[in-house]
């Protein structure tokens, strides 16, 4: 993932450079951003025999265009286009079994088990309520952004510690999320929580227990005009 950190740096020093406040009659305007979000996943560990490793992680990048509600413009809708991962950590392993069928299996082994990932490629869609103390000639500013988000995970795959990875086609094409940011400028704590599982519902573990896997995600979004 260090390419996309490095795409991250080159939006941010873009950012610094290009958001010059040029005075204007205009009482209205809008705040079409770019995003960037880098957080932690921290997985529901209820279900039997799971356990999160080692660091999991998640990153996206996308745009979201403006849609004041109010003459101020202080209040608005947003709607977006993402791209993102989630990389988590755990001791869920994939093993082929017979009929080229898989077996999700939960290792014991700490060192093992802190080497399996989990990797899902997503497209997302935000849409938000977005408050904030911005003014026409004001780009630094408090806000509170709070919605809903689409997504649409179109590769999955597990990745152990020992031999090839393998596709995942047991993970839920289509999941949803509620999130909520609050900042200042160019740096917002970001909080996520899904709404819908990480595997479909059929999906056992070697314990004959449903894969129930969800998680929360905290970590920061920098918002770049």
């Not at 970001?190 to 595997?199: D, G, K």
């Amino acid at each position: 993932m260090k390419y996309l950190y490095t795409l991250f740096f080159f939006l941010f020093i873009t950012k610094m450079v290009a958001q010059e406040s040029i005075p204007s009659k205009k009482t209205s305007y809008r705040e079409d951003q770019w995003y960037t979000t880098l957080s932690f996943l921290l997985a529901n560990e209820s279900i039997d025999g799971f356990r999160s490793n080692g660091l999991s992680q998640a990153f996206s990048i996308g745009f979201i265009r403006d849609y004041p509600i109010n003459i101020e413009s202080n209040k608005a809708i947003g709607v977006g286009l993402g791209y993102g991962i989630n990389n988590f950590g755990s001791n869920l392993t994939v093993v082929q079994g017979s009929n080229s069928s898989y077996q999700f299996n939960l290792i014991q082994n700490t060192l093992l088990a802190s080497k399996n990932r989990l990797i899902t490629h997503f497209i997302e869609v935000p849409l938000e309520y977005r408050w904030r103390t911005s003014t026409v000639n004001d780009y630094t500013f408090w806000r509170i952004y709070a919605g809903y988000l689409f997504r649409y995970n179109f590769f999955s795959k597990s990745k152990p510690f020992t031999g090839a990875s393998t596709v995942l086609d047991e993970v839920n094409r289509v999941t949803h999320a509620l999130k909520i940011s609050t900042g200042y400028n160019t740096w917002n704590i970001y909080v996520e929580y899904s709404l819908s599982p990480y595997f479909k519902k059929e999906t056992l573990t070697d314990l004959n227990v449903p894969l129930n896997l969800s998680s929360i995600k905290v970590g920061l979004v920098f918002y770049v005009l």
